[in-house]
């Protein structure tokens, strides 16, 4: 039935769907899964890399996680071609808006924003979706720490922890049980190693298949982004237990 109805993004089928944005959907649920969590005093945001191949060379700068503006960074699940197309729109906008008004740009309004582009790729002919899903984490003076999540069809929702890319559903069951109002950053990053572990189709955790950032306040009260580094995500993994001894081939 639904191939008299896909070839176009902007043709409805009679039961009301637009295939060609759900199959933009699917095209994320292949994608290496990423994970947010909004924390009392922060938000952790956590990738998995898809290493696809020993003969790559891995790369220094991050793979799933972007920084927009001083106040927000997003992780990525999807095709990366169509997030940097996407991410690069979004870091002109905060700066704009930041020329114009000199303060940051809310959260909310950088994610609609940037959700109404995606929303105009679903209603014209001859263009399709952005394969790509995002999950958004800030801050800003009106609503403070914020995790909005977004998909290919311009829809955005605020969460307290959310799961895009392979497995979400299943990632999304263990955060609705596991997660609470108190937690703090670092039983955040506890969590979020525990979601990854259980969810995640490789064998073991390690630190060169995971990133690891996260939006807080510094004592003095600016908005600090900082990604983890393989060091650090390597005693976080010890830490947590979740990371098994690879074997030597």
Known sequence: MSRRYDSRTTIFSPEGRLYQVEYAMEAIGNAGSAIGILAKDGVVLIGEKKVTSKLLQTSTSTEKMYKIDDHVACAVAGIMSDANILI??????????TYAYQEPM???QLVQSLCDTKQGYTQFGGLRPFGVSFLFAGWDKNYGFQLYMSDPSGNYGGWKAAAIGANNQAAQSILKQDYNDDIGRAEAVQLALKVLSKTMDSTSLTSDKLELAEIFLTPSGNVKYQVCSPESLTKLLAKSGVAQPVSEA
């Open 88 to 97: 690069n729109t979004a870091r002109v906008q905060a700066q704009r808006y």
């Open 106 to 108: 809310p959260v909310e």
